[in-house]
Structures are given as structure tokens and as C-alpha cells.
Nanobody, 123 residues
Framework: QVQLVESGGGLVQAGGSLRLSCAASGRTFSSYAMGWFRQAPGKEREFVASIMRSGGTTYYADSVKGRFTISRDNAKNTVYLQMVRLKPEDTAVYYC????????????????WGQGTQVTVSS
């Protein structure tokens, strides 16, 4: 079992930056691929970024490429999402997900999910 807790959300002006964190507890963090998803009001949850267990390979949604960076610190059992040049359309609840299979994470079928953290970008 893995417990995930997101933090770092908040209110920021367009063009600003935030860094989200997702702290994991439970089984060995380095055994899991990790991902970030978001869900805006009235919209379906969408993939944002993912990172392999070793941290060597990352994937991003086209909408965030060049602005968001996913990283992980296996020693701290934490995955991060650095967000810069934020836009109002980035407003959503952001969730982290974990699974031993990267494909499941990318597909939104990860076995473990956090409770989410709200990001609001004002124009």
C-alpha cells in the first residue's frame, strides 16, 4: 500500500510559478513510476506529466511542455511538479499517482492516488 499526499497548491497570478510536491509513504517509493494529473471544473481528469522509477525518462502533455518539469527525489520519497509561466487554463485540482507500471500511470490507471491540491491561476 502507498499513501500519497500532495501539497504546494495555491493562488497565483498568470505568469507566476508554483512547485507541487507529492510525498509518498508505505512501500518502496523507487519501485513506482509517478505521474501528475489535473482536473478542472466540469472537465475530465487529464494527464500532465510522468516520470519513471529511476527518474531518467519523463513525459509531458503538449499543453505543459516547456513550462512544467516533473522530478523525483527517491531519498525523500517525493515527486515534484515545477510549474512556471502559469496560465489561467492551468487552474485545476492536481493529483499525483503511482503504479509499478509506467503505462498504467500514463493511462490514468495508477493503483494509488493522492487527495489533490488546488491550483488557481488568476488572469
Amino acid at each position: 500500500q502507498v499513501q500519497l499526499v500532495e501539497s504546494g497548491g495555491g493562488l497565483v497570478q498568470a505568469g507566476g510559478s508554483l512547485r507541487l510536491s507529492c510525498a509518498a509513504s508505505g512501500r518502496t517509493f523507487s519501485s513506482y513510476a509517478m505521474g501528475w494529473f489535473r482536473q478542472a471544473p466540469g472537465k475530465e481528469r487529464e494527464f500532465v506529466a510522468s516520470i519513471m522509477r529511476s527518474g531518467g525518462t519523463t513525459y509531458y502533455a503538449d499543453s505543459v511542455k516547456g513550462r512544467f518539469t516533473i522530478s523525483r527525489d527517491n531519498a525523500k520519497n517525493t515527486v515534484y511538479l515545477q510549474m512556471v509561466r502559469l496560465k489561467p487554463e492551468d487552474t485545476a485540482v492536481y493529483y499525483c499517482a503511482a503504479d509499478s507500471r509506467l503505462a498504467y500511470v500514463v493511462a490514468g490507471k495508477g493503483a494509488y492516488w493522492g487527495q489533490g491540491t488546488q491550483v488557481t491561476v488568476s488572469s
